[in-house]
């Protein structure tokens, strides 16, 4: 009998790890084999440990979660698959066919499964990497699939890796959206634009400003504010592409912002922040938890990226 089959919804995200030599060094860039290495090893790390050493709890949303399983599919690709559950949850249960009343059958500490999946890809000269999120309302959110993974590279304690021997390395994961097209669309809405706001990586700038400004003390990036040209009412649309463009190719470009005016002469503000890409996918399904069946997931994803990097 043939699996039943749910649209999943999947948000598609940019995941940066960056390696500091120490914690007062602020350099980030860094081979990305190195990257990639050490992502592997802390994910071989942490699959080796028990569950109760290997679960992370999030007491802000009262919910345990683990790493559960990982496919490294070589070359910075990987396979994750994230389980969580609720604690603090008690409730009275009832049997919806009969209606007959089933009682508090859970203790607080007990709490229900449920795996989120994650796709990770790396394309040949990217420093970065492509994320397919599997949208789970009851699972985990790619926040914090990234905490668990920060989490992580500090109980693997990597210096024990470091084969120069540096005790002090620190690795950290970061992620942004990949946003959506409709950035493009909604700009077309714009009667006029007052700005156009760059939020940028601050290696861009190459001067002794920031070395005055002391590197520790300032953010790793720069909000780029450029003023509309005079004499028009909109910025050229092939500039602002341009930019967007950018941004997909390179993480130099972090955000776009643009503020202006829309038809109905309001106040408007469109970023890519606020539009990020989302999809969905027909996946098979378990056949008693309706939970999404990992293979058919991650060739569905695979399936995706591949039509996107088109």
């Given at each position: 009998?043939?699996?039943?089959?749910?649209?999943?919804?999947?948000?598609?995200?940019?995941?940066t790890i960056e390696k500091q030599k120490s914690s007062t060094d602020s350099s980030t860039r860094y081979d990305m084999s190195e990257i990639v290495?050490?992502?592997?090893?802390?994910?071989?790390?942490?699959?080796?440990?028990?569950?109760?050493?290997?679960?992370?709890?999030?007491?802000?949303?009262?919910?345990?979660?683990?790493?559960?399983?990982?496919?490294?599919?070589?070359?910075?690709?990987?396979?994750?698959?994230?389980?969580?559950?609720?604690?603090?949850?008690?409730?009275?249960?009832?049997?919806?066919?009969?209606?007959?009343?089933?009682?508090?059958?859970?203790?607080?500490?007990?709490?229900?499964?449920?795996?989120?999946?994650?796709?990770?890809?790396?394309?040949?000269?990217?420093?970065?990497?492509?994320?397919?999120?599997?949208?789970?309302?009851?699972?985990?959110?790619?926040?914090?699939?990234?905490?668990?993974?920060?989490?992580?590279?500090?109980?693997?304690?990597?210096?024990?890796?470091?084969?120069?021997?540096?005790?002090?390395?620190?690795?950290?994961?970061?992620?942004?959206?990949?946003?959506?097209?409709?950035?493009?669309?909604?700009?077309?809405?714009?009667?006029?634009?007052?700005?156009?706001?760059?939020?940028?990586?601050?290696?861009?700038?190459?001067?002794?400003?920031?070395?005055?400004?002391?590197?520790?003390?300032?953010?790793?990036?720069?909000?780029?504010?450029?003023?509309?040209?005079?004499?028009?009412?909109?910025?050229?649309?092939?500039?602002?592409?341009?930019?967007?463009?950018?941004?997909?190719?390179?993480?130099?470009?972090?955000?776009?912002?643009?503020?202006?005016?829309?038809?109905?002469?309001?106040?408007?503000?469109?970023?890519?922040?606020?539009?990020?890409?989302?999809?969905?996918?027909?996946?098979?399904?378990?056949?008693?938890?309706?939970?999404?069946?990992?293979?058919?997931?991650?060739?569905k994803a695979q399936s995706f990226i591949d039509n996107m990097l088109r």
């Open positions: 009998m043939k699996a039943p089959n749910k649209n999943v919804p999947i948000y598609v995200y940019y995941v290495n050490a992502f592997t090893k802390t994910l071989l790390f942490t699959i080796s440990q028990e569950l109760t050493e290997r679960k992370f709890d999030n007491p802000a949303i009262e919910k345990i979660i683990w790493l559960d399983d990982f496919k490294d599919l070589g070359k910075g690709n990987y396979n994750l698959i994230f389980k969580s559950a609720k604690y603090n949850h008690v409730r009275n249960e009832i049997d919806t066919v009969n209606m007959t009343p089933l009682g508090q059958r859970k203790r607080p500490q007990d709490g229900d499964e449920e795996k989120t999946h994650l796709c990770i890809r790396l394309s040949n000269g990217q420093m970065r990497f492509l994320a397919v999120h599997e949208s789970n309302h009851y699972g985990i959110s790619i926040k914090g699939m990234v905490d668990y993974i920060n989490a992580q590279f500090e109980n693997a304690q990597f210096e024990k890796f470091n084969e120069q021997g540096d005790e002090d390395v620190l690795y950290r994961a970061s992620y942004e959206i990949v946003p959506s097209e409709e950035f493009l669309t909604q700009l077309k809405k714009a009667k006029t634009m007052h700005a156009l706001r760059l939020e940028v990586d601050r290696e861009v700038f190459k001067d002794d400003f920031w070395s005055l400004s002391g590197r520790n003390d300032i953010r790793e990036t720069v909000e780029v504010v450029l003023k509309r040209p005079k004499g028009t009412k909109i910025f050229p649309e092939n500039l602002i592409k341009a930019y967007y463009n950018n941004m997909q190719s390179d993480s130099r470009i972090k955000s776009i912002t643009v503020s202006g005016r829309g038809s109905a002469n309001n106040n408007m503000e469109i970023s890519t922040d606020l539009i990020k890409m989302k999809h969905c996918i027909s996946v098979e399904c378990e056949d008693v938890t309706f939970e999404v069946r990992s293979s058919d997931f991650f060739l």
